[in-house]
């Protein structure tokens, strides 16, 4: 598998913003989603999940809640708010071009 | 909105810390079951399931601390937390805290103190409407305008919306039932109040139509003090009929609470309108006077104007008057504006010299504090490598250790602060409470206000990261390896920080005591310097006839009377009148020229200042008679006019000739013969005991009345009962008299030594203050030392070195940096001279007595710092100092 690729904090940013951009999840499941839609190719350091929510929360992006879960369990939930949505679509917007540039970048020799 | 959301999140979480610290710690938990579940569904057994799920979660502690820092509450805690480890760790060293503390609290209280008095004498404005705009009018040298030139200035002028005269003077005030008593107040111009801005706290106060003819309103504004004191508060005081030098005034307000004028140190208890002048100093009409500069003009600048325009104009309005009038203005002579508040020019540049002189010393003051406390941190520094190595070791990050050191520096200052704002406030109350032996009501009272917190508080802040910075940096520097195995740094060898914190502290200690000895020499030189009269075995009265409305011939025979009746009392020994007593105020200036010579010249004329006296007052006041003879009682009206001069003015107009028998004229008239020179007394000290040789002509009584009397008796009896005598004498005379300074003449030199005592007392304690923070500095860190290096003295001792080797090791280094900042001290010192020549007399700023005494007395405090710890040094015992290691 070799190292887990580092993810840059805008990065993961933009990962988490997207994951819970379908529904509300928790950390855990978030961390579950990355790894897996990526094909294990993105390997979160599960703890570093953590501080970017707690700091994506407290700039107001997403929002979290203690909601039950399956089998009675608490969890925390996190979900974007409309400032999140915003900043997602923006996030995105700039990620489609940098990624394409980079794209004709290295394509072109 | 975001920030919003983030600041409602911050407080939120502040106020349910636990509750969010709960939650966090249940958000990892739940995470971690959630990994180590899905793991034991992947197939691993429960052990390996929960090490997989541990690893993946990586650094828990840190990431939760991550967490933490974007609640938004973080620096609270921290900040908390580090004022709590502060507070432990400055009560595990109760010594060193309170040394610390009470070092600034010197230093800053020092600098609150001498703020305070800058504040309130400097920069405080009189209580009138925009003061701002008020400016006082120098002329020249003067500060005194001629009533009718104020007038044309008044009239003439473009740049104010007003232009005020006011002419301080001591009155005699009879309220009926009691007896009279002399106050002091002003003579101003109608305009004044309304040009002031200020309203009356009962009654009214006069306004200009009240000012326009002479003597026709008999009017009177009084102090809510004199109001308080006087008429004890009485609400019916407005009406009341009372008597100015005997004429009826009538009180018609009274001013607000603690309004007296515009000048704050001299201030006024009652006003008059200046039209009343003549009723209230008969025989004497300034008010018509253009040659003679009698009142003070304080002006409103008109808004948009500046001083500058404003000094033009009033030149220009010079040129025209003086186009006018000749022998009026000397061409040279120019306007300038200053502040109210301290009579021009005349107080405000002594004051500001004196109050700079007392900020740098005290700034120096608090310098040293700062290095002293450095010093004792950069010890304390070196004592917690070990502790400070742990905690870099254990992942703290500098920052974090940088905040935490200067919180406790903080927290220092913070004391200090508190402690010198007391210190200081002590020092005013003490101040506020000295009353000067006079009877003008000077206004002493210093009130530490806002400013004045501000100016602490920044003190305080200024001299913590003065202190703390250095030190705190230098200790979270530490190499870790040596400092885990607390190894002594064996690089004692090169300069340390701690080395030059000792020269700093010796350097600006020599600085500090060299300065102070100085001034307090100089000042000593002044009280012992000739006065021209001898102060001891004497006493004497004041009083003012034209107060009681004497004319020229009573007067003359009340002072024959006077001076026969004292001369007869028993126990006096010699007795004579002298119409204003040196070093008083009130003395006039006149216009000194040779007689032989045609009329000077405005810019070429000298000016003397003129007494009176009756035959025998040299005697009596103790005068050293040098040519010639005194004046004796054929000198009377009608006689040929003569004169007594002082040397100073025989060596100004009379130079390398003899004076004697050589006439001076005191007018413009070329026609006047002037007066003969009979005699040449001793130059004296008649306005400040700092004044240059001053010119002085001494005309008799008989010849030049101005109605004041000081009765002046040589006596071996105790001053009280020579008074009371003398009081007796001239009351029995005539009971209507009003009697002031009455008492020995050293006691009324208070007023004159004010200033020299005043300088003595704050510079003596500066340098006490700067030798007690030197020594104990140094001693601080010289103990220190010796302390760190006893596990090597006693290797040295266990190798077989002999004590006074051991001996010689310890105080070569602190006598070597010693001997570097005296050395810097001195030149500091002998480079900083020339300003403080400004503020010494009589003694060099570089008197060598003076650096020798300072440099051995700072010797003599680093020999006894260090010989305490050099001899516990060598009585150490190398076994034990080796096995506690």
């Not at chain 2, 006079?438 to 202190?467: G, K, N, S």
């Not at chain 2, 008799?700 to 009397?709: F, K, L, S, W, Y």
């Not at chain 2, 009371?724 to 007023?751: H, W």
């Amino acid at each position: 598998m070799g190292k887990p690729t580092d993810l840059v904090q805008g990065t993961l940013d933009l990962l988490i913003l997207k994951t819970i951009s379908l529904e509300p999840m928790n950390g855990w499941a978030i961390a579950k989603r990355i790894v897996q839609v990526s094909g294990n190719v993105l390997q979160v350091q599960q703890g570093s999940l953590y501080p970017a929510l707690h700091r994506l929360e407290h700039q107001g992006w997403i929002k979290a809640e203690w909601r039950e879960s399956e089998n009675n369990r608490r969890a925390r939930f996190y979900s974007l708010t409309a400032a999140g949505r915003k900043r997602l679509k923006s996030e995105l917007e700039n990620w489609r071009r940098l990624s394409s540039a980079i794209g004709l970048v290295i394509e072109a020799v | 909105m975001r920030w919003l959301a983030g600041l409602r999140g911050t407080l939120r979480s502040l106020f349910r810390r636990r509750r969010a610290e709960a939650e966090l710690e249940d958000e990892f938990r739940d995470h971690l079951e959630r990994e180590i579940e899905s793991n034991i569904r992947a197939g691993m057994a429960p052990g390996e399931a929960r090490r997989a799920a541990l690893r993946l979660m990586g650094a828990m502690a840190l990431h939760k601390e991550q967490c933490r820092d974007w609640r938004g509450t973080a620096w609270v805690e921290n900040w908390a937390r580090d004022l709590r480890y502060a507070i432990h760790t400055l009560r595990r060293t109760p010594l060193f805290t309170a040394a610390a503390i009470l070092t600034l609290a010197l230093g800053i209280g020092a600098n609150t103190a001498v703020f305070t008095f800058v504040e309130n004498i400097l920069l405080r404005q009189a209580p009138v409407r925009d003061p701002g705009q008020l400016v006082f009018l120098n002329w020249g040298n003067s500060v005194n305008l001629s009533y009718p030139n104020y007038r044309d200035f008044r009239d003439r002028n473009q740049a104010f919306s007003s232009l005020i005269a006011c002419r301080y003077n001591a009155i005699s005030l009879s309220v009926p039932p009691r007896e009279s008593y002399r106050v002091y107040g002003y003579e101003a111009s109608g305009n004044y109040f309304e040009t002031l801005g200020i309203r009356p706290f009962l009654g009214r106060f006069f306004g200009p139509p009240e000012d326009e003819t002479p003597g026709a309103n008999p009017v009177m504004v009084i102090s809510h003090r004199l109001w308080q004191s006087r008429f004890a508060g009485d609400p019916n005081a407005v009406g009341r009929r009372v008597k100015i030098n005997g004429f009826p005034f009538t009180v018609i307000g009274v001013a607000p609470p603690h309004f007296g004028g515009t000048e704050l140190i001299v201030s006024a208890d009652f006003w008059v309108p200046a039209a009343m002048g003549r009723e209230i100093e008969p025989g004497y009409n300034w008010l018509r006077s253009r040659y003679d500069g009698v009142v003070w003009t304080i002006g409103r600048l008109k808004p948009g104007i500046t001083r500058r325009q404003a000094e033009e104009n009033l030149n220009r309005v010079a040129y025209e008057i003086a186009s006018r009038y000749p022998n009026l203005f000397d061409a040279k002579t120019r306007f300038h504006l200053s502040p109210p508040g301290l009579i021009g020019k005349w107080l405000r540049g002594p004051i500001t010299g004196f109050g700079m002189v007392l900020m740098s010393i005290a700034g120096i003051v608090l310098l040293l504090a700062c290095v002293n406390l450095a010093g004792m941190l950069l010890a304390r520094g070196a004592d917690r490598r070990h502790e400070i190595g742990i905690r870099l070791a254990l992942g703290a990050s500098k920052g974090r250790l940088l905040r935490q050191l200067m919180t406790e520096s903080v927290l220092l200052a913070a004391g200090g602060g508190v402690l010198g704002l007391g210190i200081a406030s002590a020092a005013c109350r003490l101040f506020s409470g000295w009353r000067i032996k006079t009877d003008i009501p000077f206004e002493t009272a210093l009130q530490p206000d806002a400013a004045v917190l501000c100016f602490t508080i920044a003190a305080a802040l200024f001299t913590t990261l003065l202190f703390g910075m250095g030190p705190a940096l230098q200790a979270i520097r530490t190499d870790l390896i040596p400092s885990l195995k607390d190894a002594p740094l064996n690089r004692f060898r090169r300069w340390s920080a701690r080395d030059l914190v000792v020269v700093a502290q010796i350097a600006l200690s020599v600085l500090l005591v060299i300065c102070s000895v100085l001034v307090v020499r100089s000042l000593r030189h002044a009280l012992t310097l000739n006065l021209g009269f001898e102060p001891r075995n004497a006493v004497s009265v004041s009083l003012d006839l034209t107060l009681q409305g004497y004319n020229r011939s009573r007067s003359l025979s009340f002072d024959s009377d006077l001076l026969a009746g004292v001369s007869a009392l028993p126990g006096i020994q010699s007795a004579g009148i002298i119409d204003y007593f040196p070093l008083r105020t009130g003395e006039a200036d006149t216009l000194v020229s040779r007689a032989d010579r045609p009329v000077p010249r405005p810019s070429a004329r000298h000016y003397a200042i003129a007494y009176g006296i009756s035959p025998g007052y040299f005697r009596a006041a103790g005068t050293r008679l040098l040519r010639g003879r005194d004046i004796d009682e054929h000198d009377r009206q009608g006689a040929p006019a003569v004169a007594i001069v002082n040397q100073a003015l025989a060596d100004l107009l009379f130079p390398n000739e003899n004076p004697l028998g050589k006439h001076i004229r005191g007018s413009l008239n070329a026609a006047d013969s002037g007066n003969e020179i009979v005699g040449v007394v001793e130059t004296g000290k008649y306005e400040s005991l700092g004044e240059d040789p001053q010119p002085v002509v001494f005309r008799p009584i008989e010849q030049a009345n101005t109605g004041q009397v000081t009765v002046v008796a040589r006596t071996a009896l105790p001053a009280a009962q020579a008074a009371q005598m003398l009081r007796k004498t001239i009351l029995d005379l005539d009971p209507e008299l009003t009697l002031y300074n009455v008492g020995s003449l050293q006691d009324q030199l208070a007023l004159p030594l004010f200033p020299a005592r005043a300088a003595a007392i704050v510079l003596g304690a500066f340098g006490f203050l700067a030798m007690v923070l030197a020594a104990t500095g140094l001693f601080a860190v010289v103990a220190y030392a010796v302390a760190r290096r006893t596990r090597e003295i006693g290797i040295r001792m266990a190798l077989g070195a002999r004590p006074r080797e051991v001996l010689a090791s310890v105080l070569e280094r602190t006598l070597v940096l010693c001997a570097v900042g005296v050395s810097i001290g001195t030149l500091v010192t002998m480079a900083a001279g020339r300003l403080l020549s400004a503020v010494l007399y009589g003694i060099s700023p570089r008197d060598p007595a003076t650096y020798a005494a300072a440099v051995l007395l700072m010797a003599a405090v680093a020999i006894l710092a260090c010989w305490n710890p050099a001899a516990r040094a060598i009585r150490i015992d190398p076994a034990r100092t080796l096995r506690e290691e």
